[in-house]
């Protein structure tokens, strides 16, 4: 994203280099790993081949899903991020991937290898499912990143070349539809940003005003699962299919910042609110039902069905970060913190070659070997446990696109102020100093921020995490309290000046508001940004975890380098033949034990296991 | 059911004849409202004419889902029941619905009015939802109680033809496959018993067998689905889709008895354990899972996405009814008591024209207008509400033909003894007496049971509910308390004996096994065998649902015919940016009030209401 209106401008991927740590090995992690397993998987199941055998003119078998295509575009804004980041390992795969994708292109501009061939469904015979304009909208992302990164014009004009081709087939007076599933605004006005060309942010505008009128057929998802139940501009939540929403209000949140529409930004705050009021999991993952992959009622939050897809995790964070541009409100900043450790780290596995497409709060019981097809890849994206490919493989590529680019939403800039907005280890380079981020957080709450070549003048604004009460803040010969939830002002920096910022990180007991039923009587620990949870492999030998429940009054400690909490053991006598019962029927013995707790995107790395976020307090 | 063994004989329906009360009532409800209503929609969207068509040789487009046949069939067996107790009205509708059916076999007995034809896709060409041999089950159900009502042998020719079709081209040797909807099963077995074909029995074994080893096609529900993963007897716990969960055991379980095959029914009571234990909600519903209807893991059961589906509850009904008769043991027919007046009972609407499809125990935010289709029913079963159609329509009928055979779930013989099942007013003539029962149960607790024409040396078994600590069991002369959760008896009843039974129908507080995770800290009401719930609407003035807890330490009392609890509401504050919070941060003001309480089976018949069973406590 690269603004040109509102409160912070985003500094360009290859101005932003993270050193190490936490985000900085997970970057690493990306390009050694997650990348090419990627690649190879989307090679191995012929989804990159459909382009290539689209090129040859001859009638094919197209593999995959609809939205295969996707895939591919999102593994090339991926490396293509890498290259402006100065990773280079993969730059003839990503000329390979162009090529082959490119190849496929019809001289109108089209490009989908599923339909519109003589052999093939007709264009825009389905928008329900087809997802062709939600595939045309993350070519146009991946070839906006690859013209930064490289500077390289190929694959922009192809952009342009199938951009034109929407603009002319969907405006006013045209095709009067819009896609099932939102994409196309995102990479239209991206692609407005790196052309300067106004008919692609006018073509967003269309579309995102044509939604809600009902042009989508009815499904028994009802008309919210597409967002097509009411205008953008007129709903006051989140609704339905949770990728589709937050990548509707993510393309809308950038054509209300461009056009200075400030209605339809002030609708998406208020969607904003209420959907992280009341439709978000203590983790940031958004989206409670497995059926529709959708956001449910109010406070329809049940850890043990949480879906929390990893991609709307990734989708809640494009929302925010827009909204942060757009307003320069800390609150955007704090919700892609918790959502980046909480939901993006927690997909892949340590390895990189496995992801969660759910991330549930609460697994009742050990993974079991999920359905596999005859390619050996998993059928249903719900399925427990991290996997190693998806016939629904929309969330490791896009992890890997979010791991790629994660350096530009460390640090952002307004005239005469720097803006660090979060605490990752790197440097930076704005337009008025040089900011190195020193600092092993979350480990430590110590983060070192050095400022280097300032333009005399340059403030530093230091977002302070709505959970950090207590944080410090010291400048030479100067140590403040700032409060908690927005930033501290460090006024007229001096060039080579160091300030200090420590956040508390001791570990907190969290409650849910009543109204989340399904977690009453129970308590999460977090500490800092990050959840934690407890994993059976933490237990005593034996214990269920479904017999255990925090003290009474116990508060979390930190001893070790871990969380530990003080749990008791209330063992269930014999299943009763019904589990319900009067009241006065309970005295169980209870088995005291002190359990260390794992960090939540650390849980399922030691083996089968169980996990809750939520833990029962005893005697409730 | 006629079992030809087990411990229990049940009566024909024609010997079972409801005067009056809570189902003599839902009787009369079923033949003057719900059976014209279903035949008349099934008549309006043109699935009785998919045989007219089908008879004509002409090419037509047929209407309805995969499983249309089924729910004429149904209605044709609810007709039938209706007419074996008596009722005549819809004598000349069955006729021609009969005929319309019949007009359209094959004549090899094949028949389903959506395969086989040649523009049609071909016969057992989709086992996953072709629904083929569940309709043909469907049909075998109907033709019997049709022959039994009245003697007639059109139809049960017909279902010989076809079961004969069926046993020919599935057994061992022909095609390897079971459908994907377990039914044909239960089709067989009571086909077998009214002709005395031993073929039909060995068939239904046949195909219980079959299942679990993996002839259905792979999907992304897993194999579990259509129960496919398990040998039935291999199997501890129902899972999958619910329906078609317990049709199959319900099946298993005739099989099991009229072969002598103990493994297999040891096999079906430990499930029938294990699903009551861990699997069932309060009200007896079964299912948890909206997106595949199907039976969540051990202690998944939110009430606000609880399923329930009411097809579930009457194919619960079938199962707990086999195992009843098979073994004598009184849980089951505690567990038919609670599903009948609790999912079965609250399906209908009063006025008999509107059904719930699925049976929530929480009711989130009053109801919207669901998704209708161009025929104007409702497109997904899930939807809210009582509606009066929908697209996949099982429910309406399953539910008529329940009803109208509700009579021979009410008392059973055995060898010198009369058990009372179910506290229904009503007439029924056993072999060895006349038995009436008068009774406004669940009104009241008392139970007059009134023996005549007694054959000397006969007792009456009457089964004392396990919630009924307390019951009083008087005879000329003698008072007794019996245990609850067993079979009381009576021995040696003289002629004209009356027997009185007083159940205690104080209001009671049940909580939930721990591991239902869902509703830790809530309490729900019941009294006698109703689950009673708060409705909005009994609220006072401009309190919302979710602001209502139970006092502490609240003890339901009854008043005025109906239950209060002393309730508070804790107003929430406006919502906070963000729902979870330091434990300390609560101190809100309580105000008391005093609620009254609905019957479940009853709500929602007041207007727009929001609605819970579990009912949180204040203070957890």
Redesign the interface.
Known sequence: VAFRTGTFRPLAVSDARLTEGFWGDRQDLNDTAIIPHAAEWMTKLDWVRNFEDAASGLPYSHRGREFADSEVYKIIEAISWEIARGRTDHADLLDRLISSVLAAQEPDGYLHTLFGRAWQRPRYSDFQWGHELYCFGHFLQAAVAHHRATGDERMLRGARALADHVCVMFAPGGLDRVCGHAEIELGLAELWRETGDRRYLDQASVFIERRGTGTIP??????AFWQDDLKVRDADVLRGHAVRALYLAAGAADVAAETGDDELRSALERQW??T???R?Y?TGGMGS???DEAF?????L????SYCETCAGVASVMFSWRLLLATGEA?YADLIERTLFNVVATSPSNDGHAFFYANTL?Q??THSL??L?EDGVV??GGAAGRQAWF?VSCCPPNVARTLASLGAYVVTESDHAIQIQQFVAGVFQTSSATVRISTDYPRSGTVEIEVDAVTPGTAVHIRIP?WADGARLRRTGDETAPPAGDYALVADVQDGERITLVLPMQP?????????????????VERGPEVLALESVDLPEGWPL?EV?LASGAAPVERDGSVWVDVVR?P?TD?????????ET?AATRVPASVSLVRYHDWAERGPSTMRV?I?VSG?
Chains 1, 2 share one sequence.
């Open positions: 009815l499904h028994e998802f009802g008309r609110r209420q992280v009021a009341r978000t203590l039902h497995h059926m449910g009622e109010d406070f329809v049940p850890p043990d069905r609150k609460h009742r019981v999920p359905s097809n059928i249903r016939e709505a907190r007991l969290s409650r849910a508001d009543d109204r989340v039923d399904a977690v009453r009587g129970s308590l999460a479904d429940a209330l269930q299943d009763a033949d019904w589990p319900y019962a009067r009241p309970t939520w029962p409730t």
